[in-house]
């Protein structure tokens, strides 16, 4: 009579889950719902709930992004295409481990970055990197539009950048004609970035031309 309660006891828990679905394969799905990895990504999925009682799927479970990736997390569709169909959502986190460029010292609005304002360091971050700079020389000149803390990563949406034309300055005109180039001056009616379209008041006609930033305090008229 003991030996077989024994028995009973060792056998319930398999006999209780032979009709459930594994959740680890089921953690197994939502994790290569985020596709490629690629080194230095690191995807978890959240364990499903205990209690959790699906039907075991008689087909390869698929899974599916069910919302982007914001923060670090992202909700993935997990779903049962078999005879008994199935579907739920599972929370995934995302990390990223690489070189980012961090802030040496506390910047402040306007700061133009240079060697002596960032580094680069590697470091583990929630969500992918494309949110950073990754490279010094790419984002040396921009300017700091929100200030950043000291050792913090510099993300792309907190630099900008600088105007190469300032609104009411003399600048140069570039002008394209048969070959060779025509120069003037004017007087920019905007601000504008590199590439950005701006009018302009020559000097001596004082006609309002089209142009675009070309450097600084120069332009390019449109053709």
């Known amino acids: ?10 056998l319930f828990p398999l006999l209780a889950t032979a ?9 197994a799905a939502a994790e290569s719902a ?7 990504i690191y995807v978890t999925a959240e364990p499903p709930d205990r209690r959790l009682r699906l039907a075991p799927c008689d087909r390869p479970l698929t899974a599916t992004l069910a919302t982007p990736i914001r923060n670090g997390r992202a909700s993935a569709r997990v779903a049962c295409q078999g005879q008994n169909p199935w579907s739920i959502l599972v929370t995934v986190r995302v990390e990223t481990e690489a070189e980012v460029v961090v802030a040496r010292r ?8 240079g060697n002596d304002e960032m580094t680069i360091i590697r470091r583990r971050l929630p969500g992918t990197i494309d949110c950073c700079a990754t490279d010094t020389a790419a984002v040396a000149g921009q300017r700091v539009r929100r200030p ?6 510099i993300t792309l949406d907190s630099i900008e950048a600088p105007h ?15 070959g060779f180039e025509v120069r003037s001056t004017g007087t920019a009616l905007a601000d504008a970035r590199e ?3 701006v009018r302009i008041r020559h000097s001596t006609s004082l006609r309002i031309i ?4 070309d450097s600084r305090g120069v332009v390019r008229v449109d053709r």
Request: net charge neutral.
């Open 148 to 153: 950043i803390a000291a050792d913090a990563v």
């Open 34 to 40: 985020i596709g490629a990895k690629g080194a230095g």
């Open 19 to 27: 009709g459930v679905q594994d959740l680890s394969e089921i953690r």
């Open 210 to 213: 089209q142009a675009r930033a």
């Open 106 to 113: 506390a910047l402040p609005i306007g700061t133009v970055l």
């Open 164 to 178: 190469l034309v300032r609104r009411g300055e003399i600048v140069t005109v570039i002008a394209d004609a048969a």
């Open 195 to 197: 590439g950005d379209a």
């Open 1 to 10: 009579m003991t030996t077989r309660i024994a028995l009973l006891t060792l």
